[in-house]
């Protein structure tokens, strides 16, 4: 029987450049961030949102099927 491996999707990554920005998020959900990044070993939560901007950039139909829509028109 193989064991389950647990892997964190968002890991930390090398230095590029950033433009900063400021935001609000609600409490609850940042508290889960917070342990999801210490789980993780992910050191800086910019680290996280970049990540999963990329997956949700990757993953959403409506968003991919725009922009061949833009790209074609």
């Known amino acids: 029987n193989l064991k389950e491996i ?3 999707i968002v890991k930390a990554k090398q230095k590029q450049d950033k433009t900063q920005i400021r935001i609000n998020i609600e409490t609850k959900i940042f508290e889960s961030i917070k342990e999801y ?3 993780a070993n992910v050191h800086k939560h ?3 949102f ?3 901007a990329k997956y949700l ?3 959403d139909k409506d968003w991919k099927n725009y922009l061949k829509e833009k790209e074609s028109a």
Do not use: G, S, V, Y
């Open 6 to 8: 647990n892997m964190p």
């Open 37 to 39: 990044c210490d789980w």
């Open 46 to 48: 910019d680290d996280f």
């Open 50 to 52: 970049e990540e999963a």
């Open 57 to 59: 950039l990757t993953k």
